[in-house]
């Protein structure tokens, strides 16, 4: 949906500029320089509505440069998402209205999101935008976890991370990621009684959900050159790097960072409302995401 609204978003900006510089370069009444004042006075009468702009002309005119101002915003500096689901709990929660960064890794056509220029390097541990590899017209939202050329494992819940292995240079031993309990999670928040921790990913730290009843098989992941490993911060309720591979550098949108509005959505069976209607609005989320 978010590439069809960029395509549109191009194409009435095309439309209208094109509309409003035809008209000005061939179809605007020219004033010559010589007519004097007397003259153009005398003309008033006569020429009241012919030389007016057509209506379609002046929508154009007034359009355009919110139109292009829009296109300009959100293709390259800042495009708003919605959290739909839980895979990014207790980080994200579902009502969370996000701001993702466009130019934080590169510069992007709108249309064919080929990269114009690179402007930054994805970094272990932030949350990134991206296509789905398997259905690029969906979003999906998780954090980075393995870089080019890492080896991941995830073994009883645990992240161990191998970095690449220099040429002709023994390979480094696998680390794993630093984890500090949290005690349990909010159930009305979260849904569930669940298992918090303070893992640090890189230089940032961030909390996850594990479910103690539920038992994974140990896997191993060697990431490709050009392709990035995330994960959800809800562990054992993500859909991500284990189950469907990686992230092409290709497919990335941008970085999250910053929660601008968060709304709830919490109903009663009797209540008549329809459930996309907010209930309320959560003002503590408001601010940077972690």
């Known amino acids: 949906m978010a590439t069809y609204f960029s395509i549109i978003l191009v194409a ?12 000005a370069l061939f179809f605007a009444p020219k004033k010559g320089s010589s007519v004097s004042a007397e003259a153009e006075q005398a003309n ?29 915003f959100r293709s390259f500096i800042y495009e708003p998402f919605q959290i739909p689901s839980g895979s990014m709990f207790p980080t994200l929660l579902v009502g969370d209205f996000l701001l993702v960064e466009k130019f934080a890794y590169s510069l992007k056509d709108p249309v064919l999101r080929k990269e114009i220029v690179k402007t930054g390097e994805v970094k272990r541990g932030e949350v990134i935008v991206f296509k789905y590899p398997e259905d690029e017209n969906v979003d999906f939202i998780k954090r980075v976890v393995g870089l080019p ?31 500090k309990s949290m005690g349990r ?18 230089d940032i730290q961030h909390n996850i959900l594990r479910n103690p009843r539920r038992i994974e098989a140990a896997s191993t992941h060697v990431v490709p050159q050009g392709h ?8 054992d309720n993500s859909a991500d790097s284990r189950v469907w591979g990686f992230v092409p550098e290709e497919n990335i949108v941008g ?20 459930t996309f ?3 309320g609005i959560r ?3 408001v601010g940077a995401i972690h």
Not at 63 to 69: E, S
């Open 12 to 23: 009435v900006s095309v439309v209208t500029g094109l509309v409003w510089l035809a008209y």
């Open 44 to 72: 008033v009468n006569t020429t009241d509505g012919v030389n007016e702009m057509p209506a379609f002309v002046d929508f154009c005119k007034q359009m355009f440069p919110i139109f292009f101002g829009v296109m300009i």
């Open 149 to 179: 050329g890492d080896t991941i494992y995830y073994q009883s819940k645990q992240i161990y991370i191998q970095s690449p292995c220099e040429t002709s240079t023994p390979c480094p031993p696998r680390v794993a990621v630093d984890l």
């Open 185 to 202: 999670s909010n159930t009305e928040k979260h849904g569930d009684n669940l298992a918090m921790f303070s893992e640090k990913l890189g």
């Open 228 to 235: 990035y490993f995330v994960m959800g911060d809800n562990r």
């Open 255 to 274: 970085k999250a960072v910053f929660i601008w509005i968060s709304f709830e959505f919490e109903r009663k069976d009797e209540d008549f409302l329809p």
């Open 277 to 279: 209607i907010p209930t």
């Open 283 to 285: 003002f503590d989320r």
